[in-house]
Structure formats: C-alpha cells, structure tokens
C-alpha cells in the first residue's frame, strides 16, 4: 500500500506526463517544508535552456494578493508622510474619488480588492477600443484614457462579484500616490524581502521579462511557438519570481496564518456582499472549498503562461505549479492536492442529462448568451458563456438539476436557471430558436457607434457570413466572424486579445425600430457586459 508521500510524489510525476508541454516547476510545501518538487521540460526550447528552481516565470495576476498585502501593511505600517496626513484609509478613499469620479457613486477601496466594484474589465475593453492582439499597451500613455472613459457600472458596488483587472490597476496608483513611492520599491521592501523571495521584482511590462523563461502558445497538435507580449501591467499583475522565491512565500505565509493579528490572517478570511451573503474573493484571494475542505489561492494567466497557487490553511498545506504553456495550472494543483487529502476522484452511477439541456440560451437581465454542449464523461454537461468554459463542468443531480462547487443549474421546458454562487448572480435564461430570415438579414451590415467608450462598430458581410471590427483610441481592431445563433442574437468571436485570457465571444443583442429595421445592439462577454451601440448607417 502506498504511504502518503509516496502518493503525493506519484501525483506529481504525473503532472509533465497530463499537462504537457514545453516545461514547467512544481512544489508542495505541509507545516513550512518541502515535501515535493519538481522541475522539467525547457525554459527556452530553441536555446535549449532547461527549467531550474531559479527560473524566473511572470506570476501575473497572483501578483494581486501582494498589492493586497502592500495595502493593508501601509494600513497598519504607514511612512512618516502618510503618518503626518491623518486616517490612511481615507487617504486612499480620497485618492480614488479623485482618479475616477465614477467611485463617488458609492465604490469603495474596499470593493476594488474584493473584486466587488462593478467596473468593467478594461483588457476585454480594449477589444472594444481596437487593440490587435499583439499590440503595445503602456500605462502612461494608454491607461488615462482608459479611465475617462470608465463612466458607469455593469452592476452596482458591492452586490456582486465580476473579475476586473481596473480594481487592482487602481489600486497600485492609489498605493503610489498615497505613499509617494514607486509600487515596485514598496512590494520589494514591505513584502518580497520579508518573505525572502530573493529574485521576486516587478516587472510592468511584459515585453520585458528577464531571460531565459520563453511563454508558449499552442499546443502538440499545432507545434508551440513563441508568444508575444507587449502590454505593461502594474498592480493587477507584474511580479516575476522563481519557484525558490514561491516556495520561501508559502513558508512566510504559513508563519503569517499563525499569527490572528498578521495581513495574511486578515486577507484570508472570508468576506460577504452587501446583502450578507458569502462572498468568494477577498484581498487578492479567491475562497473556495472541496469536499469540505477550506482553500484559498488564486491563478495567473498570460499569454504563453499558466500558473496556480493554492493553501489549505487547516492542513498548513500549499501547492504552487508554474507552467510556460497554456495547460490547465489549476486542474493540476487540484490533483496534487487530491492525492495529498486522499480524496477520491471517482465518481459512482452518474445521471444521464435530460436532453432538453441542449442549445443556446439568453439571459435576460445581462444580456448574455449561455450553450450547453454534451461532455464527453457521463453524467455532465458542459457550460459555455461566450467561449469562456466554466471551471468544472456541471455534475447531474438529477435528469433536470446539477451543480458544480460554484454553481448550481437545472433545466424546465425552455428556460435554464443558474446560480452562479461565487458571482451573487441568479441567472434566468430562454432558449434561443434560429431563424432563417435573421441569419440572412439584410440590414446587419453597417457602422454602429457607442457614445460611452467613443467605439465605432463595423459590420461587413451578407447572406449569414458577417463580420465586425472595432475602431477606437487603441486603433484599428482585426476583423472577426459573427455566428448566428438564434432569433436576434449574434457571437462575435474574439479567441485572442491582448491580455489573457481572451474575452472570448462577445454577445450582441440586435435591437430593432419601429418599422422592423436593425437599429443597434447590445453588447457584452462576463468581464464586461451592457454596452449599448447604435446604428449611424
């Protein structure tokens, strides 16, 4: 029989072999020590250059949990400069009013690390504004506009969750301006000395991650192949560090978690919305549970990388894996874990769906398209908001009903409900019935205008094969199919953009006038949603 460590390792050796791919590090960290490792594959395949434990990777957004940690340490710590201002709270409170006068609309600093803001993302924005994929995005010189033209909420503060890399965007300006100092000499000093990452810094812009990790697109199928990169980021993500350095974090934070009065102690716990209802995401820090089991972490993604770290606090157990590819980081700190909790992965006489789960549907309150397609293990189906696939698929309870750890969902006649537990979101949506005269109609093509981003709308194209590409300050957007998928209702497929990951496709609601004609469209993906366009010809 196989001992505990003897299990752990036999699921780490298993990871290069499941997530395969160029190279990656890995480690397991219980009670402040190491009791796995590994590192393989090649941070550089064209220089033939392996992966060491000293492998600088960008750990991107994970980078959020130490702005977080940055914050509340000034909260506690303050410089003499803040220190002589008074309330450091309201320091900042002040300073966001004064970088978005949208925040005086009941947004608090709060709201922004807790992912409660409402505000939408601003990388699926930059579709909307032009960006081609591979573009330059520079924060000087691209982010001011980027916040004059953040003019409304997509949900009001405080009620639900949404993912906006804005909120921490902000943060890292507001930090800056309140302690007068650059975010980078702050982090190293406050958080990344203390924690004894010793190669950790951040890094802004993503063209210049320090050699030799090369980021990998593709896959064994296509080849993989070097990715571009050119976009500055700072606070929502930024940091670059080694395994060695992750691994000396998990040690630090163990020590912080014992400590009820430590930062740590206080961003790990969980949080609420304003009804009182329990909240997923708090400081940089996503809750969540399995089996039971309280767990708290949190992913990174850019292009040409994928990463996870993951603590169990009550185990005293953390997982980090750091891939140079795009495989599932996630799913493979999940199986670590598994196999260090033994738990099982097996799942006894799953349900078979009703079929009538099958289609398309539309959520009417956020106007979004949700497909749900066959899995291909029994007794799931899977759940697609644009192209962007939920985490876990949906598990049947019954013909009708099923749930994930965030999500619970059935289906009665044509219309699908979702509880979407992690957003605070109750979806109501009916099923969509193509049409053949929609997917031919003849006043699609033309320009539509959104006053709110100052984004022009192009849509080519005829007889069901319709195109559309945005014009706005970044530029002069790609041009992309529109899929048709049922009565006013059309995809706008958007598989790569300049951050990761991708929007994926963005749905557009056609409105119509008085006498029948297409007179704009609604627009939206999960990041950012209820963006009106209207038609000028």
Known sequence: MSTPTQTIQQAIDAVPRRYRGPGGALAVIKDGRVIGKRVWGYADQSRRIPVEPS????????TKQFVCGLMLDLERHPTSAMAAKGDVQKQFTDTLHDMLPLAREGLTVQNLADMQSGIRDYWALTTLWGAKPDDEFLIERDCPPMLEKTKSFHFKPGTEYSY???NFYLLGRIIERVAGEPLGKLLEERILKPAGMSTAFLCPNTAH???PCVGYEGNENVGFFDAVNRMEWSG??????SLDDMIAYEQYLDQLYADPSSWYHTTAKPTTFSDGNTAGYHYGLGHMKA???EMIGHGGALRGYRLNRRHVPGERLSVVVMFNHEADASAAVDDILRAALTQSNVDSNPIEPAP????TYLDEATQLAITVTKSQRPGEVLITYGTHLESAPLKMTDTHSGKTRTMDGCISDDTLYIHRITENRKLSARRLTPREKELAEPNLAGAYYCEELDSTFHCTGEAGMFYGTFDGYLGKGIVTAMKYVGDDVWLLGCPRGLDASAPGDWTMVFHR?????ISGFKIGCWLARGLDF???N
């Not at 600088?56 to 957004?61: A, D, G, M, R, Y």
């Open 236 to 241: 929502d993500a930024g940091l670059v560090a």
């Open 356 to 359: 009538a789960w099958y289609g």
């Open 513 to 517: 006038n008085e006498n029948g004609a």
């Open 534 to 536: 209207v038609k000028r």
């Open 164 to 166: 906006s890399n804005v």
């Open 55 to 62: 492998t600088q990777f960008p750990i991107c957004s994970i």
């Open 209 to 211: 991650h320090p050699p």
């Open 291 to 293: 089996n039971g089991i």
